[in-house]
């Protein structure tokens, strides 16, 4: 990437105007401080899969502070992060100042709002429990508003440009807009029944296809394609190089954005997805590994005879090991997604481990290398410690490694020990909680590279805090470029991809296009065709009660650490009973799939145990299971649910095709009550005291563990 250079005669013409430097510096301060944030609750949350005795109340406990920590890391600090440096590419590459300071303010307290909503809603368990979409539909509706704001500034100043060529960056700004757009309107078909709580439109199977077509992708487009973008930008403007391959650039993209799109089932494989939509997910994924790689080979050797400048420069040093991460993550993901791998890997943390190779080195150590470029160009300024820098490359790294190799390790121990089986045939760990003593002290060396991360981000901040005083801030950068008349144009036969790179408006809509493909292939035979979904005659709508229930479950995030759904192997029916079948879930708002087991799958808990049990369960757990990591739920047995909502629900769900009978939210209280008298009943005669026992939450919570995967039973033993 290279600047031009001015004629003599253009010179004459040349357009006088400023960069706006202010929103990058917002933008850039809310990077710093949410990712500190998001990465302290990270930290937390994996301290208290140590010691439960973090887990200090409901609003604090590991189920709450899960989604909390990866809502902050994905959309406050990474969020911020793609703002910060498309605000200060984008101007640079288009030769102008954003389209409008006034929506560039919006869009800055906008988002700051939106993640203070998620910070307030998820600890108080408001969530619709969906990965990386937990928000509700409110804070939905402010998502969509602020994410087109956003998309308009960015667009109108691509219209406005005096640079006639968009460079590869603004590509990748383009796809994202688009596909992020799409993904977030259609994982968030949902009707409301109150002003804060919604049911989504889609239930079971299908839900689970349109979240993970969602959540890869989240993935795919919120954590990878802009800051790809980023990279094409930052990464030459460091080294002072321009991009290695031009042409590498455009296959990059365009298999990128077509290819990934297709690759969400592979989050779903094993299950009761149907084969099809199965095996297209793990095809796909497989053929990722060429763009990505194409990419990141792009960006290393865009480096090629500037070693010596990277050894000495602790910006280039972070791109270096963000871009390799970025290949060894891209890499992995489509060998997990081999089924015969996704069966030792899925439900463990293995996946977890995998996931903050890409976080942790990707998102953060980029972030942090545009940071480091950043704050001295705007502040006038040389890095306050260039040695603080280093030092913060280095803990960084090491804190990586410390992290995601733990996390291999007991993924790869969990599942050896999920899967081993005696020579009579039997399960050699049949107590689940074998599983978890062995991982312990993953957990621990988990938490200790946590702690190193977290220290650097420390170092950064003071270090850039220093910069900052020791600066001169300008908040207008004056620059000057001729017109876009005086750009020269393009001539007749010239190659495709030239022509649209001058044309915004159909790089937008071939991006559109691109990205539809795959999602429409994937998700209408799954909503249109009924066989893909089959029907179970036995399987009943939930009762009032476990409604009731089945939120609460949900509210406390329970289905961060179990499952439901039973693969069909023979370790997972030795354990847990018949495998899972897709028309089980077809009254499933939300889907609870599960994408981690650090407790057991609990698909097939109903009747398992006594009311009894999961009383004391709840209240102390492991005064029913010895060396538990489950926090205590001890003040379910203390506050009372609230019913006032329940006919608004029954509403919303037979509107949405539930078969509840005419009228029934009419009387669905008094079936709540029966329900939960006949529980209380059964809990005091064996000893509970408590004269408000059939309003409590924990009488809900049994009633709906009770119903787990009770309508289908096993075939008895031959």
Known sequence: MTETTATPAEKLALEHFEYDNTSVKRFAYATAFWGLIGMIVGLWAALQLVWPSLNFTAELTFGRLRPLHTNAVIFAFVGNGIYMGVYYSLQRLLKTRMYSDLLSAIHFYGWQAIILAAAITLPLGITTSKEYAELEWPIDIGIALIWIIFGINMFMTILKRRERHLYVAIWFYIGTWVTVTVLHVGNSLELPYNFIHSYPVFAGVQDALIQWWYGHNAVAFFLTTPYLGLMYYFLPKAANRPVFSYRLSIIHFW?????????GPHHLLYTSLPDWAQSLGMVFSLMLIAPSWGGMLNGLLTLRGAWDKVREDPVLKMFVVAITAYGM???????LSIKSVNAISHYTDWTVGHVHIGTLGWNGMLT???????????????????????????????????????????????SAMWKQFTPDGLLQYGNFLETVDAILPMYMLRAFGGTIYVAGVFIMIYNLIKTVKQGDFLPNEPASAPPLAASPGGHKGENWHRWIERRPVQMLVGSTVVILIGGLAEIFPMVIVDDNVPTIASVKPYTPLELEGRDIYIANGCNNCHSQMIRPFRSETERYGQYSMSGEFIYDRPHLWGSKRTGPDVHRLGGKYLNLWHYRHMEDPNSTSPGSIMPPYSWMLERKYDASYLPAKIRVL?????????????????????????????????????????????????AYLQRLGTDIQAEPEK
Not at 255 to 263: E, N, Q, R
Not at 660 to 665: E, F, L, Q, R
């Open 654 to 702: 037979q509107s949405l095709g539930t078969p509840y009978p005419d009228g029934y939210a009419d009387v669905a209280i008094d079936d709540l009550k029966e329900q939960a008298a006949e529980i209380a009943a059964d809990l005091r005669d064996q000893g509970v005291e408590d004269e408000e026992l059939e309003e409590r939450q924990i009488v809900a919570l049994i």
């Open 329 to 335: 993550a891209t890499l992995e993901g489509p060998l």
């Open 255 to 263: 298999a990128l954005i077509f290819i990934y799109i297709w690759a």
């Open 368 to 414: 942090f290398g545009v940071l480091y470029y950043i704050f001295p160009k705007i502040f006038r300024t040389k890095l306050y410690s260039t040695s603080l820098a280093n030092v913060h490359f280095w803990i960084a790294t090491l804190g990586t490694l410390f992290y995601a190799v733990p996390l291999y390790w007991a993924g790869w121990t969990q």
